[in-house]
């Protein structure tokens, strides 16, 4: 059944109804992912960490206890950090709040259906928007504002890609509520704490806390101290309206055309929809400049953060043309998560709404996004690669292989050794002048278990047995990889599944290389069945972020690299099928320890452009993969 009005494009402004810091909130429990998106915990997850933090806001939480797949994740209440123990990969973590008319206060999830046909839940601040036009029978909701190129369709429960117009299934599912708190929050629930509960904490973030109370609280003194001398001014009073809401109702929070007179009449609303009004009658700021008008195009959305709850994120946007700003008018850079910009997000925000208290005019910059594609390329100005005859190379579901006996193999890269030295051989960790330890466990023919060799180049020493038995447990490709090493003997492949690599040259520039055009090369792996040589046969495996776009300068430097990643994708050695370092989800399609440049026009996240030294560093790791400049053809 279609439903009724007209679609919405979402808006950055803020949204939903304000309430008191005393009111009751929802607590979502977020943590930071590579591409800089605050992903939620499940709400039962969440009820977890709530309850540890009841007992010791200092402690804790192992994730594991409550789910099993979580079992690697702790989170540091302290350092409000995640912390994956087996990798050592360290991501911010925060506590947020919402509304509980929102979805997570009625338990509602909104998810899409990823390439392995799971479900994949949306971020919650996209959660809430789809959910509050859901609510209002919109037929459509385009969240292209919030930075997402998609139109989600109620009636047929799809997203679309606007860009490649590929449209996936969409649902929405009933779940357990997100924990539910009332009152003002403790500080050491919402901040890093001290390690003496004594004294107050002097972190970065309590400070900006103590220094903008001190700031408000001074306010509040000036309006007094007003009102006691009875001093009036007879300039009409104009009201401003700040509120403190996480979700998104496309409602700008400030008037289209706000005056500021230059009398002593400055009224700040606080709170937003009737509730938690203060008034500010009387302050007297003696800089304030006679009038100061802000057209309609410079509207100010400030999308407060719960009593500075969200310390890294805090979005004070202008959405005007940078263009059309007034001169003299100071610009406040935000800091961004990789920690450049002179001012942090909180004080900034502070800053902002004083200077706008009293009269003065500031324009709030947000944090840099990262550019991660270069601006559209017409398909006639895709070029070759100079010096390279191809555009594109195709992996098929296995290479075939020439059957290779293991013993074969380890007698064509070793030589027995007679003189068996002292020490111990680093597979089995038995010495090398007593038998192997997987003697009596396996049995190959010409292979006794008091054999030595050593290989050809590096000189390692090992038993044959146990030679053999390290290579019939990998990939079985002819080639040997000595385990002290790593050095490769022989022409090593790897399990990289089926898909397609294209390359091109595009007339783009890469930051640091502006006197060059730029490779762009572009992988595309679908989703699959494993195999006999991945980790789970018969198993389904997901490809996440695919095609996946790639760039090197076009230079002599760079086609050398590209030739030589051409050659380990020819022996499929780019990706693998495994667990995701930064997600956590097994049985997907992973880097394989060759870096790539992923980023086109910045290096916001490390990985970007400038970077002098990448080409030299993914040169060396193709080396160790047994990809060197020797395998290059002229």
């Known amino acids: 059944m279609a439903r009724p009005g007209s679609g919405v494009l979402v808006s950055m402004g803020g949204g939903g109804a304000g309430y008191s810091p005393s009111m009751a909130r929802v607590v979502v429990w977020e943590w930071l992912n590579e591409h800089c998106r605050w992903r939620p915990y499940s709400a039962a997850v969440c009820h977890h960490i709530e309850n540890v933090l009841k007992g010791d806001a200092r402690g804790t939480v192992i994730l594991g206890q409550l789910d099993e ?14 912390f994956r123990q087996d990798t050592g990969t360290m991501r911010p973590a925060q506590r947020n709040f919402y509304d509980p008319s929102s979805a997570p206060g009625k338990g509602i999830v909104w998810e899409w259906e990823n390439d392995c046909g799971s479900w994949t839940a949306y971020d919650m601040e996209l959660c809430v928007s789809v959910q509050n036009a859901y609510e209002k029978q919109h037929p459509w909701l385009d969240l292209s504002s919030l930075g997402f190129s998609y139109v989600v369709d109620f009636d047929g429960m799809s997203q679309t890609n606007r860009q490649s117009q590929r449209k996936r299934r969409i649902r929405r599912r009933m779940d357990l509520a997100y924990p539910l708190i009332a009152g003002s929050i403790p500080k050491s629930q919402s901040w890093p704490v001290g390690t003496n509960s004594g004294t107050p904490c002097t972190c970065q973030q309590c400070l900006l806390v103590h220094s903008t109370r001190a700031a408000s609280n001074a306010i509040l003194a000036l309006q007094q101290r007003r009102k006691l001398f009875g001093t009036e001014g007879g300039a009409k009073q104009t009201g401003a309206v700040v509120r403190q809401s996480n979700t998104f109702a496309g409602t700008s929070l400030w008037s289209a055309s706000t005056t500021v007179a230059g009398g002593h009449h400055n009224n700040i609303s606080i709170g937003g929809g009737g509730g938690g009004k203060v008034e500010m009658s009387g302050v007297n700021f003696p800089c304030t400049p006679a009038l100061v008008t802000l057209p309609t195009k410079h509207l100010l959305t400030i999308n407060g953060q719960n009593n500075l709850n969200r310390p890294g994120t805090q979005r004070i946007t202008v959405t005007a043309n940078r263009g059309t700003i007034p001169p003299g008018v100071p610009a406040l850079p935000v800091k961004n998560l990789t920690g450049s910009g002179p001012f942090h997000p909180a004080l900034a925000g502070m800053t902002g709404i004083l200077m706008c208290a009293a009269g003065l005019p500031v324009c709030l910059t947000r944090a840099p996004k990262p550019i991660l594609h270069p601006p559209p390329v017409n398909k006639n100005d895709l070029k070759p690669v100079p010096g390279i005859n191809s555009i594109r190379r195709k992996t098929k579901k296995k290479h075939t292989r020439r059957g290779k006996n293991p013993q074969d193999v380890v007698r064509r890269y070793t030589e027995k050794i007679k003189t068996l030295p002292d020490e111990d051989c680093t597979i089995c ?145 780019i990706f693998t099928i495994g667990t995701s370092s930064t997600t956590g989800e097994t049985d997907t399609v992973v880097w394989n320890e060759i870096h790539h440049k992923t980023e086109f026009g910045s290096n916001l996240t490390g990985h970007g452009y400038p970077d002098p030294n990448y080409l030299d560093n993914v040169t060396r790791e193709l080396a160790a993969q047994g990809v060197g400049e020797d395998n290059l053809k002229d």
């Not at 797949?69 to 995640?82: E, G, N, R, W």
């Not at 003697?439 to 050809?456: H, Q």
């Open 429 to 573: 960790m038995e010495r090398l002048n007593t038998a192997s330890g997987y003697d009596g466990v396996l049995t190959f023919k010409g292979i006794k278990a008091e054999l030595v060799g050593k290989l050809g180049r590096c000189g390692h020493m090992y038993h044959l047995l146990c030679l053999v038995a390290m290579y019939n447990n990998g990939n079985k490709d002819g080639s040997l990889q000595c385990p002290t090493c790593k050095a490769i003997y022989g022409e090593k492949t790897g399990t990289q599944p089926p898909g397609k690599m294209e390359y091109h040259v595009i007339p783009h520039s890469l930051p640091g290389h502006s006197e060059t055009k730029t490779i762009s090369i572009v992988y595309d792996i679908p989703a699959g069945i494993q195999t006999n040589e991945h980790p789970n046969p018969g198993k389904k495996y997901s490809a996440r972020g695919f095609p996946r776009h790639c760039y090197l300068p076009d230079n002599e430097h760079g086609r050398r690299v590209l030739k030589l990643l051409i050659t380990a994708w020819d022996r499929r050695l």
């Open 69 to 82: 797949q979580l079992a690697p994740y702790v989170i540091d209440l302290q350092s409000m950090h995640q």
